[in-house]
């Protein structure tokens, strides 16, 4: 499918909602320190100099502010919207924030609506971001925050897949291995978090978090997985049979799971939720990855 040349270099990812890499631009707001850490070229993308940020510098405050205005635009008012100081002390001191971005004279007044601006507008037009803070072991990340604007399908926009395609490219971009996370069970972004493969459960049912029927995971990332993330054709995963459903709102069963993972058990999340006519949506679980 020519996604690794003859010489093993990675080539651009093909996914079919590609042409959003043809108007959108990745973006990243981090450190120096960090920045040297990362890879400039994810799937052979170019990302450009004046799309990449220092959080410690006054340049960076108008793509800031339409970040937390993404954020809030995604997440809040009523679901889980991220405290304003999260972009700094969470992510710009020692993490890192990418995402796709547009040119002002591509955006579309729709997406500028949803983010209170407008017209004239200069400068980067985030449609979605990436939010991870490095872990002490090597090349694990933290995935603090996925926000994007297809969750509110702006009028004249066609952003099918950006969720995912921007975590894919935010992760090549961070090289990340592994990758940590904490989802609610009913969140729609565990549709795109299971697209890297088997989810190992670090918990079932977390009350150190704000809301307990939180689960927390691990995914190792290598190419395959990235690139079935992001849809291209080329990527692949290895779920194994489940062997337990799940519901989202059975919070008797996620703490008898917490108590299982406790006492030593492996369990996995082993792909997507599903529906049922009663409206009920259960998780697929299986003791091995």
């Known amino acids: 499918m020519g996604h690794l040349r003859g010489d093993g270099a990675v080539t651009r990812l093909a996914p079919p909602n590609v042409a959003l890499l043809e108007r959108l631009v990745p973006f990243v707001v ?37 970040l937390w205005a993404l954020d809030t635009a995604t997440f809040g008012p009523g679901l889980m919207a991220m405290p304003r100081w999260i972009l700094l002390d969470g992510a710009g001191l020692s993490g890192a924030i990418v995402g796709l971005a547009s040119h002002p004279e591509n955006a579309s007044d729709a997406v500028l609506e949803i983010l209170g ?66 989802a609610q069970w009913d969140s729609v972004a565990l549709r795109v978090h299971v697209r890297l493969g088997a989810l190992r459960l670090l918990t079932a049912w977390t009350p150190a978090h704000s809301k307990a029927s939180t689960f927390t995971y691990a995914a190792r990332i290598d190419e395959a997985s990235l690139r079935h993330l992001a849809r291209d054709p080329g990527g692949r995963v290895s779920m194994p049979r489940s062997e337990y459903w799940l519901a989202t709102d059975d919070h008797a069963g996620m703490q008898a799971l917490q108590q299982k993972i406790e006492d030593g058990e492996p369990w996995y999340i082993v792909g997507p939720p599903r529906s049922e006519a009663s409206g009920v949506e259960r998780v697929p679980l299986a003791r091995s990855g």
């Open 30 to 66: 981090a450190t120096e320190s960090v920045r040297a850490r990362l890879d400039t070229s994810p799937f052979d993308l170019a990302l450009s100099p004046d799309c990449v940020l220092d959080p410690l510098r006054s340049e960076s405050t108008q793509l800031l502010e339409r």
């Open 117 to 182: 601006l407008e017209r004239p507008v200069a400068g980067l037009v985030p449609y979605s971001m990436y939010i991870a803070i490095p872990s002490f072991e090597a090349d694990t990340w933290v995935g603090h925050n996925l926000a994007s604007l297809g969750v509110r399908r702006p009028e004249g926009e066609s952003l099918a897949g950006l969720g995912s395609l921007t975590k894919a490219i935010a992760l090549r971009i961070l090289r990340a291995r592994c990758q940590l996370g904490a």
